[in-house]
Nanobody, 120 residues
Framework: QVQLVESGGGLVQPGGSLRLSCAASGSDFRMNTVGWYRQTPGNQRELVAIITRAGPADYADSLKGRFSISRDNAKNTVYLQMNNLKAEDTAVYSC??????????????WGQGTQVTVSS
């Protein structure tokens, strides 16, 4: 079975940067489109960025210019570089991936999230 794990979250001061990682593990699979989302208590999950396997990406309009998404297919890992972080960026960041499992088709996987806290 494929597992998705986020890492890289933590405490950072306003204006700082973090790089989150979303790594898939298992066997006989391929990560296709992958998205980063974030959520705070009482709010709906918010799209942060999405990247296709080939590389083209989209971002939430409010985050363009500060966040960037990238991937290393050889490592089955997708990254989210977050710059100029603000207090309102504080949230649990989760990775969602369309995973093609050989012989089983495509399924939608979620990681359990990593906490990002922006505070002075």
């Amino acid at each position: 079975q494929v597992q998705l794990v986020e890492s890289g979250g933590g405490l950072v001061q306003p204006g700082g940067s973090l790089r989150l990682s979303c790594a898939a593990s298992g066997s006989d699979f391929r990560m296709n489109t992958v998205g980063w989302y974030r959520q705070t208590p009482g709010n709906q999950r918010e799209l942060v960025a999405i990247i296709t396997r080939a590389g083209p990406a989209d971002y939430a309009d409010s985050l363009k210019g500060r966040f960037s998404i990238s991937r290393d297919n050889a490592k089955n890992t997708v990254y989210l570089q977050m710059n100029n972080l603000k207090a309102e960026d504080t949230a649990v960041y989760s990775c969602n991936a369309d995973i093609e499992v050989m012989g089983r088709g495509v399924a939608d996987y979620w990681g359990q999230g990593t906490q990002v806290t922006v505070s002075s």
